[in-house]
Structures are given as structure tokens and as C-alpha cells.
């Protein structure tokens, strides 16, 4: 079936610093979501990518849908303590949702 | 209200037990999910209701037993579980049904599930 790669799977960073991950598929998706997982939480959804190529941001957030429409990209500048989470992609593929593993963002101290 | 909300948050159970999930949902959408998140994998659909009907159930075992009384309430019956269906049980829902479906879910705290 359908999978999603995301890496890292983890991440350390410190505060401030920049981030990025990404997430592959082996076939095309013609919308690509990034949801944040919140210690304690549901996911919640952050941003939505519907067209091949956009870039999209909200706030810090920078999430792009790749050209190929197999990949996409999640940026977060200037980490701040909130960040702390699990990062999920998705893509919708027969009224489902397909997930990623997600990418735990951990801010060290 | 938040608008999704979901009781239990935490339920330890035993094998022999019988136990239900409730999700509740306040934002007039017309389809409910249950999914179950493990650690360090993607989020394992198990059922979805589309104006109270189950339109899917990804090959779920039996103990585990969907019910969907109207449009806002969701539960999940369960019953002679194993340890290895301890893990967080999300329930979602989406402003769309299956038509015109975006992806775009809105969860609940979800319900820790420990099986002894």
C-alpha cells in the first residue's frame, strides 16, 4: 500500500535554531497536509498543500509540495520552546488518510 | 466545549474486561473516525461513520466494536482485549463526508489505553 516516509524521525535542537524535515512517497498525492502533535494531544492540522510547487506559510512555518507532487517540506525558523511536538505529514488517497511516522522535535534545554 | 472531546483520557483494563470509548464532537461535522497511535508509527485508521453510517473498517478485529448513535457521538466498545492493543485511541472528525473529502481532521485528546 501507499506509504509515507518522513525523516528524521527525531530531532535536538536548541532553541532559536532553524528546522526542517521532509516526507517521500513512491507515488503521487495530489494534497499534502502537515499536522503537530502536542504532548498530551491530538493532532492538529497546520498547514495544507494543494498545488505542485506552492509554498505556503503560517507564522514561522514554511511547507512546500514538492514539483514531482511525491514530496513535501516543513520549515520552522527560529525554534521557540512551543515547537516541541511530533510533526506528521498525510495525504489523502481514497477518501483515507495516509500518515507519515512522524518527526519529534525535542528542544534541548 | 472544546470540539472534540474524548473519555476516558486514561483507562487501564484487563484482559477479561469489558470497556467503552466515548467521543463526542460540537462542531456539526457529518463524519467520525476512530484511529489508534502507537509510538514511532503513522496514525492506523480503524473505522469511519459518514451521517451515522460505517463506510470503513480497515480489517479490525472483532473485540473491538464501533458504535455511531447520530452525527456527534462516537463510541468504541471493548471488549477481551490483548495487551498489544494498549496504545492511544484518537477520535477525529471532518466538516466533509465522503464527498469532497480534504483530509483536513479534527482530533481529540485521545484515550490512553493500557491493557494488563
Known amino acids: 500500500g501507499q506509504q509515507l516516509n518522513q525523516s528524521p524521525q527525531s530531532m535536538f535542537i536548541q532553541e532559536g535554531e532553524d528546522v526542517s524535515m521532509n516526507c517521500t512517497s513512491s507515488?503521487?498525492?495530489?494534497?499534502w497536509l502537515w499536522y503537530k502533535q502536542d504532548p498530551g494531544e491530538g493532532p492538529v492540522l497546520l498547514i495544507a498543500l494543494y498545488k505542485a510547487g506552492e509554498l505556503t506559510s503560517n507564522g514561522r512555518l514554511t511547507a512546500q509540495f514538492g514539483i514531482t507532487r511525491k514530496d513535501s517540506f516543513l520549515n520552522i525558523s527560529a525554534s521557540i520552546p512551543s515547537d516541541v511536538g511530533i510533526y506528521f505529514c498525510?495525504?489523502?488517497?481514497?477518501?483515507?488518510?495516509?500518515w507519515g511516522a512522524g518527526t519529534k522535535l525535542i528542544i534541548k534545554p | 466545549e472544546t470540539g472534540v472531546t474524548q473519555t476516558p483520557r486514561h483507562l487501564v483494563m484487563g484482559m477479561t474486561n469489558k470497556k467503552s470509548l466515548k467521543c463526542e464532537q460540537h462542531?456539526?461535522?457529518?463524519?467520525m473516525y476512530w484511529y489508534k497511535q502507537s509510538a514511532k508509527k503513522p496514525l492506523e485508521l480503524m473505522f469511519v461513520y459518514n451521517f451515522k453510517e460505517q463506510t470503513e473498517n480497515n480489517s479490525v478485529p472483532s473485540r473491538f466494536s464501533p458504535e455511531c448513535p447520530n452525527s456527534s457521538h462516537l463510541f468504541l466498545h471493548l471488549h477481551t482485549l490483548q495487551p498489544e492493543d494498549s496504545a492511544l485511541y484518537l477520535c477525529?472528525?471532518?466538516?466533509?463526508?465522503?464527498?469532497?473529502?480534504?483530509?483536513?481532521?479534527?482530533f481529540g485528546e485521545g484515550s490512553r489505553l493500557t491493557v494488563l
Open positions: 507515488s503521487i498525492f495530489n494534497t
Open positions: 462542531l456539526g461535522h457529518n463524519a
Open positions: 498525510a495525504g489523502p488517497s481514497n477518501y483515507q488518510l495516509i
Open positions: 477525529a472528525s471532518s466538516p466533509a463526508g465522503l464527498a469532497g473529502y480534504t483530509g483536513e481532521l479534527f
